[in-house]
């Protein structure tokens, strides 16, 4: 058995406990925490103030190396995908594990305990499979091992260009697609087969642009049988919407509920641009939402309702996306102040609430917990041994009185402020140094620029 003991936690609600001791008896989850203790004898001391694993619901981890790259001149979401095709047609999958397994780390520090990996990258360049037709997933599992993160594998399918009839994919696009959605599911039986204690598998729908009715309904069938999660990028840009109208008279959303892809079990990611319809039918069905504002803003796609999506019943996680910025701290802080620059007040998500999101939110959204788990505690008995310590200490936490709970918090910590991670039990960041990648950032810089070397001007 493990114990450790933490000046100060989070346990629900909005104020910080103090003295807790967390008690794992050796199988990764907590067989106690109690709040008020003095230290044990042998206890392992967190020094600051302890809050769950943060998860990261929604990732593309090869998006990593567009970081300070695509950001400079004039465009939009459509021109910045065009530089990010020309990556994607230069990603082998020893590219793929070096610079996921880099990412992931990155993500550890930031104090990531889950990922989920919404992974369309998975044949070669001209379309055909590998030898082995899982070996791009494959490297992201093997990634997320050595970084020490849990990684649920959300296998996207991804079939045609466009809503046109005969809109059949071209360039890095041939990577995504399986042909059809059987042979979707013949690859991912195969994957399926190989999931193992450290990953789950999920499934998703890019789009409802890239992927037809009646194949939408094929992969929900499929996480439906499985109890996998299912997630889907929707109404992220107001082309989607206005192509989805113009092409099936209804919005992306109208046509995921008809295809079966909406419950409780299923996660819209971005969901910027709904209707008010739309807000209310995902929030009837109980689909979740994931936000991922710092790349949101910076494609200037837009900020979308999470208040009125909150309210409506959509439980909220959060992602980093594109990976502009790996800080879920920030990504629940930005939620807030977006719907104050909305709406002109404050204090319209509770803090409890956005650090709800950034941590049990996403367990549940990748299937790490139940969908309808709603228990007051996110540390407790029962639970993963998954916390993150962050420094007290800190510039940027320095003066923080605890009385002032988790507000203090959710608006003033970064990533920079953790210092200790633990997944299962066991630590991945000591005194902010990853255990099993020395150096994090050497890593990132030969990945990215390697696979930058061979893309064209």
């Known amino acids: 058995m493990t114990t450790w003991y933490a000046d100060h936690a989070w346990l629900g609600g909005e104020e910080l406990a103090a003295g807790v001791v967390l008690e794992d008896a050796g199988d990764g989850r907590l067989s106690r925490v109690a709040a008020g203790q003095d230290p044990p004898a042998g206890a392992i001391h967190l020094c600051g103030i302890v809050v769950p694993g943060l998860a990261n619901t929604h990732s593309h981890a090869f998006h990593r190396a567009l970081r300070g790259r695509v950001e400079a001149g004039a465009g939009d979401f459509w021109r910045w995908r065009d530089r990010m095709y020309a990556l994607a047609a230069v990603i082998d999958p020893d590219d793929l594990f070096e610079l996921a397994r880099a990412t992931y780390g990155e993500m550890a520090l930031a104090g990531v305990t889950a990922v989920g990996e919404f992974h369309y990258l998975h044949h070669r360049p001209d379309g055909r499979p590998y030898a082995d037709p899982n070996v791009m997933g494959g490297a992201l599992v093997a990634a997320a091992a050595e970084a020490g993160v849990r990684l649920t594998l959300l296998d996207t399918c991804y079939l045609r260009a466009g809503f046109r009839a005969g809109s059949p994919v071209t360039g890095a696009q041939l990577r995504f697609s399986d042909g059809d959605a059987d042979r979707w599911v013949d690859r991912v039986e195969d994957l399926a087969a190989r999931a193992g204690s450290g990953w789950r598998l999920g499934a998703a729908v890019h789009s409802v642009r890239a992927v037809d009715e009646r194949s939408m309904g094929v992969v929900a069938e499929w996480a439906r049988a499985r109890a996998a999660p299912l997630h889907m990028h929707l109404s992220e840009q107001p082309a989607e919407n206005e192509e989805a109208l113009a092409a099936a008279g209804r919005t992306p959303t109208a046509v995921a509920g008809a295809a079966g892809v909406l419950g409780p079990h299923a996660t819209a990611v971005h969901a910027t641009h709904p209707t008010a319809g739309d807000v209310e039918a995902l929030g009837a069905t109980g689909t979740g939402v994931c936000l991922c504002p710092t790349t949101e803003r910076d494609l200037g796609d837009g900020v979308g309702p999470a208040g009125e999506l909150a309210a409506a019943g959509c439980p909220l996680s959060l992602g980093t996306d594109s990976h502009a910025v790996v800080d879920v701290l920030e990504e629940a802080r930005l939620v807030e102040l977006h719907e104050r620059l909305l709406h002109r007040r404050r204090g ?52 923080l009185d605890p009385i002032e709970g988790v507000a203090g918090l959710v608006f003033a910590a970064t990533a920079s402020d953790v210092t200790d991670v633990v997944v299962a039990g066991r630590p991945i960041v000591r005194d902010r140094c990853h255990v099993t990648i020395p150096d994090v950032a050497r890593d990132l810089h030969r990945a990215i620029t390697s696979a930058w070397s061979r893309v064209a001007p």
């Open 348 to 399: 319209g998500l509770a803090s409890a609430a956005l650090l709800e999101a950034a941590t049990a939110g996403g367990y549940r959204a990748l299937g790490w917990s139940a969908a309808d788990d709603r228990a007051a505690s996110p540390l407790g008995a029962g639970r993963p041994a998954d916390f993150v310590t962050l420094d007290r200490a800190s510039v940027r936490l320095a003066g």
